[in-house]
């Protein structure tokens, strides 16, 4: 019951606290009182809004997170001795990423491992760096974007991004001697097409300044990609949709509701049955390198290093 106060800590709020852990407000109100009790303190400041921990409180949720840890610890020092005959992985990372770049290696894992248990943790990269961080999964995959200097990045791919047009664009009439062929992408022969193109390799992003466009947010590499090609180019889209998920803007560009961008790994993992245009953008905002990254400070079990060398080998 000890993570019941670290997610009140977190929701700065009983009820909502309650409602993730699946028990009832009165009962996880009467826990943290009789905690309080317990230890003669009081954890949380109630007069204010969001609730707020106490000086007291702090150091309680300090030694829970230092407890939890140590524990957890244990166990993966106590799997690696029992040579991988039992344990647990947790994996984390933003759905796409997930999709396009773990089922492969957690299968081969599996296979290899099959008595360690795997947890797939789906969440933005802030929130899977910092459950990282407190050490709450072992593993997660990040972009080369906003890296936090709490956790080691080991390289495992570079991918290329592409502008995405639906078919339906007039457009692409005009820019056809640009687009690439989604064959060539799929068969990661895009550099081999690019070297042949000379000049004629990327549309002037300006082409598309009355066009309709999918828009991610800012506080994702994708979005703050998009965002930058406005800038550079001086462009004030004059109608956008707003997303949440690269892979819903593909969606929505292949039904035609307008221009996105979509990474090389999430047009591979797919399994597309239709593929809009593809154009490419800028050499320096059109590729990324993606990351494995873990905490500096956390015991990385053996589970752990044999998934980056499986990793490794299926990417």
């Known amino acids: 019951m000890n993570n019941y106060i670290q997610e009140v800590a977190k929701y700065g709020n009983v009820s909502k606290a309650a409602e993730f852990l699946g028990i009832s407000q009165p009962a996880l109100s009467a826990h943290i009182k009789k905690t309080e009790e317990q230890f003669g303190i009081v954890i949380f400041d109630r007069t204010v809004k969001p609730m707020a921990l106490t000086e007291a409180g702090k150091l309680y949720v300090d030694y829970l997170n230092q407890q939890n840890n140590l524990?957890?610890?244990?166990?993966?020092?106590?799997?690696?001795?029992?040579?991988?005959?039992?344990?647990?992985l947790i994996?984390?990372?933003?759905?796409?990423?997930?999709?396009?770049?773990?089922?492969?290696?957690i299968a081969?894992?599996?296979?290899?491992?099959?008595?360690?248990?795997?947890?797939?943790?789906?969440?933005?990269?802030?929130?899977?760096?910092?459950?990282a961080v407190d050490h709450e999964l072992d593993l997660f995959i990040a972009p080369s974007?906003?890296?936090?200097?709490?956790?080691?990045?080991?390289?495992?791919?570079?991918?290329?991004?592409f502008l995405c047009v639906p078919e339906q664009f007039s457009i692409n009439e005009e820019l056809k001697k640009f687009r690439i062929p989604h064959e060539t992408?799929?068969?990661?022969?895009?550099?081999?097409?690019?070297?042949k193109r000379e000049d004629k390799a990327r549309p002037?992003?300006?082409?598309?300044?009355?066009?309709?466009?999918?828009?991610?947010?800012?506080?994702?590499?994708?979005?703050?990609?998009?965002a930058e090609l406005f800038k550079r180019y001086g462009i004030t889209p004059?109608?956008?949709?707003?997303?949440?998920?690269?892979?819903?803007?593909?969606?929505?560009?292949?039904?035609?509701?307008?221009?996105?961008?979509?990474t090389e790994g999430s047009l591979k993992s797919g399994n597309l049955k239709e593929f809009p245009a593809l154009y490419l953008i800028d050499e320096d905002l059109g590729q990324r390198d993606m990351?494995?990254?873990?905490?500096?400070?956390?015991?990385l079990s053996r589970a752990a290093k044999e998934f980056i060398k499986i990793f490794k080998e299926v990417i």
């Open 71 to 88: 524990h957890r610890t244990f166990q993966e020092q106590l799997s690696d001795l029992n040579d991988l005959k039992s344990g647990k």
């Open 291 to 299: 990351y494995l990254a873990y905490a500096r400070n956390k015991y």
């Open 108 to 131: 081969e894992f599996s296979n290899r491992f099959p008595s360690i248990e795997i947890k797939v943790v789906d969440g933005s990269v802030p929130e899977v760096t910092r459950m």
């Open 185 to 195: 992408v799929l068969q990661g022969k895009t550099d081999s097409w690019i070297q």
């Open 91 to 105: 994996l984390g990372g933003a759905s796409f990423f997930n999709v396009s770049y773990f089922p492969k290696a």
């Open 204 to 226: 002037d992003f300006r082409k598309f300044k009355d066009e309709k466009f999918i828009m991610l947010g800012e506080n994702q590499h994708i979005g703050s990609i998009m």
């Open 145 to 161: 974007w906003d890296m936090d200097e709490q956790c080691n990045y080991e390289r495992m791919a570079t991918e290329k991004i």
């Open 238 to 262: 004059k109608s956008s949709i707003s997303v949440t998920q690269t892979m819903t803007s593909l969606g929505l560009t292949i039904s035609g509701a307008g221009i996105s961008l979509i």
